[in-house]
């Protein structure tokens, strides 16, 4: 091999690695590893029977309803995805990018919501419909009637240990309500909100901007709902048991994004 090819390689090689510290020292890659890292007291990594999954949280600004869910999505998310890499999104910012989040000062409950929130269980992991509040924005949107045959169906189960019979009757997303708690991010600590509209739509949408499937979930450190799905074969199982240790958090992470991503 002669001298001057030697010293052509070398100069490829310099130029190669000046590139990729250039690539490693950016603000992108950067804010990479800044927004990858594991909440507090949560783990990247999950094992799974069908392998290991990592869930690296993705930190965003406070979102309101003049977000676009798509623009959000493009801006902290897009970027750090590969391909099979599968997108999970809080249903929360979803909601409240469709302006489905009201101060609870506005909202004025019924005497009906007074009155059927006195026999709703108070989970310590969130209001969901535990306040009146809560509940009027259930009855407004499934309906008084809705909410009698719900409420009926569900004293008759509950002697029998069945649980969900309400949520089940009542349909309309009313379980992704929640309200105002103490460790909720401002202002959304004086805010009750709706489930998003059309989340299944909602994540084909996005799909078609990224490229990659997406789940819209409601977690918490109680359990797990599929709210919205890119792709129907997507396993309900799978996105349950992938987070079920909640990885994005309850309260200050506000890391709403999370790409889940399997360890080869």
């Known amino acids: 091999m002669s001298l001057a090819l030697v010293v052509q390689r070398i100069g490829l090689q310099l130029a190669e690695l000046i590139i990729e510290v250039r690539f490693l020292t950016s603000a992108p890659y950067m804010n990479n590893l800044d927004n990858l890292k594991p909440n507090i007291d949560k783990k990247l990594v999950i094992d799974l029977i069908d392998g290991k999954w990592e869930r690296l949280p993705i930190k965003t600004h406070i979102i309101t309803k003049d977000d676009n869910i798509v623009e ?9 995805l590969q391909n099979d890499d599968m997108l999970f999104i809080s249903e929360r910012i979803v909601a409240i ?29 969130g209001i969901g419909l535990g ?14 009637l809705r909410i009698i045959i719900g409420v009926i169906a569900s004293a008759i189960t509950k002697p029998f240990g069945i649980k969900g019979v309400f949520y089940k009757v009542v349909g309309k997303n009313i379980n992704a309500i929640d309200g105002p708690c103490d460790y909720t991010l401002p202002p959304y600590n004086e805010y009750a909100k709706l489930g998003p509209a059309e989340p299944n739509k909602v994540a084909k949408k996005l799909k078609q901007e990224i490229n990659n499937e997406v789940v819209i979930i409601d977690a918490n450190d109680l359990g797990v709902a599929i709210l919205g799905k890119s792709n129907k ?14 990885p994005l958090g309850q309260s200050s992470e506000q890391t709403p994004l999370c790409i889940v991503r399997k360890v080869l």
Do not use: H
Not at 102 to 108: N, Q, T, V
Not at 109 to 121: D, I, R, T
Not at 131 to 144: H, R
């Open 131 to 144: 306040s009146p509040w809560t509940m009027e924005l259930a009855i407004k949107e499934a309906g008084v």
């Open 233 to 246: 074969n997507i396993s309900d199982l799978f996105c349950k048991n992938v987070f079920k240790d909640n």
């Open 72 to 80: 959000v999505v493009k801006q902290y998310a897009k970027q750090y």
């Open 97 to 125: 990018s469709q302006g489905r989040a009201f101060p609870i000062k506005d909202i004025k409950p019924s005497f009906f919501a007074k009155f059927l929130v006195k026999f709703v269980y108070k989970s310590p992991y």
